[in-house]
């Protein structure tokens, strides 16, 4: 298991932008994959991004071309950069392994996207 903390969410205009961390309790790089998700009101958990310890990504197409995920293994952290907000981004946003593992969901962090 690895313990994850999100930050870095708040409410920002659309067109804006957010920069995401998630703190992990072991190095990701030791992990073959880590990722966004994001559930809004009444969704279901929705994949956001994908980073590989090669360096590879990942991303859903709603957010291609927006979102940049990128990982510092000295600071054992993930993080997710957003860009050209659009309201349809409100969610609360988490991180964990891709494929998700059940104990390691964190609190999360909201993201809220003002028309």
């Known amino acids: 298991q690895v313990q994850l903390v999100e930050s870095g969410g708040g409410l920002v205009q659309a067109g804006g932008s957010l920069r995401l961390s998630c703190a992990a309790s072991?190095?990701?790089?030791?992990?073959?994959?880590m990722g966004w998700y994001r559930q809004a009101p009444g969704n279901q958990l929705e994949f956001v991004a994908a980073f590989t310890s090669g360096g590879s990504t990942d991303y859903a197409d709603s957010v291609k071309g927006r979102f940049t995920i990128s990982g510092d293994n000295a600071k054992n952290t993930l993080y997710l950069q957003m860009n050209s907000l659009k309201p349809e981004d409100t969610a609360v946003y988490y991180c964990?392994?891709?494929?998700?593992?059940?104990?390691?969901w964190g609190q999360g962090t909201q993201v809220t996207v003002s028309a």
């Open positions: 072991r190095s990701i790089f030791n992990i073959n994959r």
């Open positions: 964990n392994t891709r494929p998700p593992l059940v104990g390691s």
